[in-house]
């Protein structure tokens, strides 16, 4: 049974940083991609930004580029998310997906087959 399971979330104020972690287990993702959404109370889930296991390669939401950063673990199957200068519309449900249809580090959320229970994080303002 594939499993990912998201931690790191709290309340943090405005400005501050928070690292979000999802460890996957029962299956390897090692060759394709995993991603970050969130979901704001009363919006739709979006993408925040995804990894390229094998190359690295990463992508970002607009929003959050040169703020967040996404990183594979040293084990496999394990993704961060450091979110930095955090801002109040940063506040949401964080899910970790994988996605075993594409290597590309794609932001269309159809294509990821796993997603974690989710985080809550809330910046303060």
């Known amino acids: 049974q594939v499993q990912l399971v998201e931690s790191g979330g709290g309340l943090v104020q405005a400005g501050g940083s928070l690292r979000l972690s999802c460890v996957g287990s029962g299956r390897t993702f090692s060759s394709y991609a995993m991603g970050w959404f969130r979901q704001a109370p009363g919006k739709e889930r979006e993408f925040v930004a995804a990894i390229r296991w094998n190359a690295g390669i990463t992508s970002y939401a607009d929003s959050v580029k040169g703020r967040f950063t996404i990183s594979r673990g040293n084990a496999k199957n394990t993704v961060y998310l450091q979110m930095n200068s955090l801002k109040s519309e940063d506040t949401a449900v964080y899910y970790c997906?994988?996605?075993?249809?594409?290597?590309?580090?794609?932001?269309?959320?159809?294509?990821?087959?796993?997603w974690g229970q989710g985080t809550q994080v809330t910046v303060s303002s």
């Open positions: 997906a994988a996605t075993t249809a594409t290597r590309r580090a794609t932001s269309l959320e159809a294509a990821y087959d796993y």
